[in-house]
């Protein structure tokens, strides 16, 4: 980095995530620190990675993690990044463009940033978005220390997915039932979110509307150990659905 960017977070470089690709030809690393989108080629027969190019995000946005989509079907070659931010509490949407012959890089052009929280509201100066997911064309965001539904009660954020284009528009709040949701998954026929709160360490499955994307009701929570510190890296880190 040349120099520090607009948050106290970003004195050095910070990537969050390592993405594979679908073709398995190129690696994605959002770097919270750089406000960048690194992209790297992989040599198929050495697996040497090469710096080829990187996606610029708006300053002090943070990206942390990032879903590939496609408006035509074919998810070998999808043409869509979603990307959350977590210091901006937001989520971009990018283009994706493959070189047309062999060698050359991927290229990401963001198109534009939406709020983890309703039009008209924000998060507080201790919020941070967590992870995201896509089901069908849904798209979803976890905030964490929100409190949009109470004490200790933070939020996951739906989106629509227009699916000839990409583009997202807002849809919704729903409880995550859960404090500093870190971590959520959902279930392969799409009926179910099983979220896990790092800090109340618990997994919260809440019931989901597959044709609406609307995340309902809390089905069943079941504490893990002991909770964690607000603001601590303690409590539950993580929860996976074993299908």
Same mark, same amino acid.
């Given at each position: 980095?040349?120099?520090?960017?607009?948050?106290?977070?970003?004195?050095?470089?910070?990537?969050?995530?390592?993405?594979?690709?679908?073709?398995?030809?190129?690696?994605?690393?959002?770097?919270?620190?750089?406000?960048?989108?690194?992209?790297?080629?992989?040599?198929?027969?050495?697996?040497?990675?090469?710096?080829?190019?990187?996606?610029?995000?708006?300053?002090?946005?943070?990206?942390?993690?990032?879903?590939?989509?496609?408006?035509?079907?074919?998810?070998?070659?999808?043409?869509?990044?979603?990307?959350?931010?977590?210091?901006?509490?937001?989520?971009?949407?990018?283009?994706?463009?493959?070189?047309?012959?062999?060698?050359?890089?991927?290229?990401?052009?963001?198109?534009?940033?939406?709020?983890?929280?309703?039009?008209?509201?924000?998060?507080? /100066?201790? @919020?941070?978005?967590?992870?995201?997911? !896509? =089901?069908?064309?849904?798209?979803?965001? %976890?905030? $964490? *220390?929100?409190?949009?539904?109470?004490?200790?009660?933070?939020?996951?954020?739906?989106?629509?997915?227009?699916?000839?284009?990409?583009?997202?528009?807002?849809?919704?709040?729903?409880?995550?039932?859960?404090?500093?949701?870190?971590?959520?998954?959902?279930?392969?026929?799409?009926?179910?979110?099983?979220?896990?709160?790092?800090?109340?360490?618990?997994?919260?499955?809440?019931?989901?509307? /597959?044709? @609406?994307?609307?995340?309902?009701?809390? !089905? =069943?929570?079941?504490?893990?150990?002991? %909770?964690? $510190? *607000?603001?601590?890296?303690?409590?539950?880190?993580?929860?996976?659905?074993?299908?």
């Amino acid at each position: 980095m040349s120099q520090k960017g607009p948050n106290s977070r970003q004195d050095v470089p910070h990537p969050h995530e390592i993405l594979l690709d679908p073709t398995g030809k190129f690696i994605l690393v959002p770097d919270l620190g750089a406000d960048l989108i690194r992209i790297f080629s992989i040599d198929a027969t050495s697996g040497q990675l090469t710096a080829c190019g990187q996606g610029k995000a708006d300053a002090g946005d943070g990206p942390r993690h990032g879903k590939f989509f496609s408006t035509s079907g074919n998810t070998s070659q999808p043409n869509v990044l979603y990307t959350l931010n977590e210091l901006g509490n937001s989520v971009s949407y990018w283009t994706v463009k493959y070189p047309s012959g062999s060698g050359g890089c991927m290229t990401l052009s963001k198109l534009s940033t939406l709020s983890t929280y309703a039009p008209g509201t924000k998060g507080g /100066p201790t @919020t941070k978005a967590a992870e995201l997911r !896509v =089901a069908g064309n849904f798209l979803y965001a %976890a905030n $964490r *220390a929100d409190q949009t539904f109470g004490s200790q009660q933070d939020s996951i954020a739906t989106y629509k997915i227009d699916p000839s284009t990409g583009a997202i528009s807002w849809l919704e709040a729903a409880n995550a039932h859960a404090y500093y949701p870190r971590t959520f998954q959902i279930n392969k026929a799409g009926t179910y979110v099983a979220v896990g709160g790092q800090t109340s360490s618990n997994v919260a499955i809440l019931n989901r509307d /597959p044709s @609406t994307g609307k995340i309902g009701s809390l !089905v =069943a929570s079941i504490q893990v150990a002991t %909770a964690g $510190r *607000a603001g601590e890296e303690d409590g539950l880190s993580a929860v996976i659905w074993v299908e």
